[in-house]
């Protein structure tokens, strides 16, 4: 009787060792998983391309010299680091052309500005489908030019190597937004057109359409 005993509590004790392992086991990979999914929903990248129109505004210093801006376009692609779905960083690579009319006297011409501009904006994304943004964009290329008897002639630049940006986004399915977006200079340019020298301060607003992959 005694090693009947003795094997069946050796057989409960080792049933039971093997039960808490498989139940640790068990709980250690319900625990991954969970951490798995949770980092798939917290942590991911965004990635799109967006195109819009802008309307870039600049002021000169000197009342004798006006310009009459017009529509453009901008285009951009986008990337996003999207974390606890409520916040992301993106950064942008945009190419925005725009047009205007510059009037000195007499001496009305035609005004070209190209502007490759880099943005990056922190996103609060708690609002759905509401998104705001606000930083700063770094614009290594701003130049304006014209034309003066089959000449191209340098305007200078239109806006400073560093400004800041406000941005307010609708997602308006999975893979489509809608953007608007407000992009300033926090001081002045210098500018020249047919023998004036003087500077401005520019600021541009647009609304585009993005698809995001």
């Avoid at 093997?18 to 139940?23: I, S």
């Avoid at 986008?78 to 007499?106: P, R, T």
């Avoid at 489908?129 to 930083?135: A, D, E, F, I």
């Amino acid at each position: 009787m005694a090693l009947w005993r003795n094997i069946i509590l050796s057989l409960v004790a080792t049933i039971c060792v093997v039960g808490w392992g498989r139940a640790q086991q068990s709980d250690y990979a319900r625990y991954a998983n969970f951490l798995n999914e949770q980092d798939k929903l917290n942590r991911r990248m965004e990635m799109g391309v967006s195109v819009g129109a802008s309307f870039l505004n600049t002021t000169p210093s000197m009342d004798v010299v006006s310009l009459s801006p017009k529509v453009g376009v901008r285009a951009a692609l986008e990337m996003s680091l999207v974390w606890e779905k409520k916040y992301a960083l993106q950064m942008e690579v945009g190419y925005q052309s725009n047009k205007a009319d510059v009037e000195l006297g007499a001496r009305k011409l035609k005004l070209r500005s190209n502007i490759v501009e880099v943005p990056l904006i922190f996103s609060y994304r708690g609002l759905r489908p509401v998104r705001l943004g606000v930083g700063v964009v770094l614009s290594p290329i701003a130049s304006g030019r014209y034309d003066a008897e089959a000449e191209r002639l340098e305007f200078g630049q239109l806006r400073q190597t560093v400004g800041y940006v406000a941005d307010v986004g609708v997602r308006l399915t999975q893979h489509l937004l809608l953007d608007a977006r407000f992009v300033g200079s926090f001081g002045e340019v210098a500018n020249y057109f047919e023998g004036a020298e003087f500077t401005s301060r520019s600021w541009s607003i647009g609304i585009s359409v993005g698809y995001m992959f």
